[in-house]
């Protein structure tokens, strides 16, 4: 990805949505998108061109754009038909986001529109996050990458962030993922950590 004195830019046309704009690329703000902050927190975590993803809570497209900007295609599901209308504009601007309204829990609704995919990147707030991830696993390719943000208090509204993320973890590892790293989204998002991980089954 690309980087000047440690902004995150992306390279696409600008005016999505009010972005900044440096040098001629648009400025991706790790407090506006969970994708950015782990960016900024993770320097393994890298996007690279002719990456095929499968963005589950796609919201309005803010960080959909930015990560259109990047990859080959990006699948964006989305439930909610409101955050969806902004979602089809972005996306009538981009010639590589395919948008559903479908249910992230459901994949039977979007398997067919689906091709295999290299990452699986999920943003939804849910009690049940852990397992519409393994629910989509199956769109990745064998080996294919998992980051999930996941929102803690979606899960549970008192107890410790490491005590649900362990839950999370093993869920995710009893059904076909292997977690490489688990880091809280802090300082720019609270009460959410980033679990990366790869299909192995
Ligand atoms: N990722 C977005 C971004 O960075 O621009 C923000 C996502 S917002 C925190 C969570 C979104 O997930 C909401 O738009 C919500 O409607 C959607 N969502 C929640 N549960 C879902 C589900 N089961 N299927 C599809 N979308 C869902």
């Keep these: 990805m690309i980087w000047r004195d440690k902004s995150l830019l992306s390279p696409g046309e600008g005016g999505v949505y009010g972005e900044r704009m440096r040098g001629g690329y648009r400025v991706w703000d790790p407090r506006r998108s969970k994708f950015a902050a782990l960016a900024h927190l993770d320097p393994g975590f890298d ?5 095929r993803v499968l963005y589950l809570g796609a919201a309005n497209g803010t960080t959909v ?12 599901v989305e439930f909610a038909p409101r955050p969806m209308q902004d979602l089809l504009a972005v996306a009538r601007r981009r010639k590589n986001i395919i948008p559903i309204l479908a ?42 990458r998992l980051a999930l943000m996941l929102k803690v208090r979606s899960i549970d509204q008192s107890r410790p962030l490491d005590e649900v993320g362990d839950e999370a973890v093993a869920a995710l590892e009893a059904g076909g993922f292997a977690v490489d790293s688990v880091r809280p989204l802090t300082p720019h998002h609270r009460d959410h950590l980033a679990i990366l991980g790869h299909r192995v089954a």
């Design 47 to 51: 996007l690279e061109p002719g990456t």
């Design 103 to 144: 249910d992230a829990g459901r994949p039977a609704q979007y398997a067919h529109l689906l091709e295999p995919v290299d990452l699986l990147f999920q943003d939804v707030a849910q009690p049940h996050q852990a397992a519409i991830a393994v629910r989509n696993r199956l769109f990745l390719v064998p080996g294919g």
């Design 65 to 76: 754009s930015h990560v259109a900007d990047y990859a080959e295609v990006v699948y964006a």
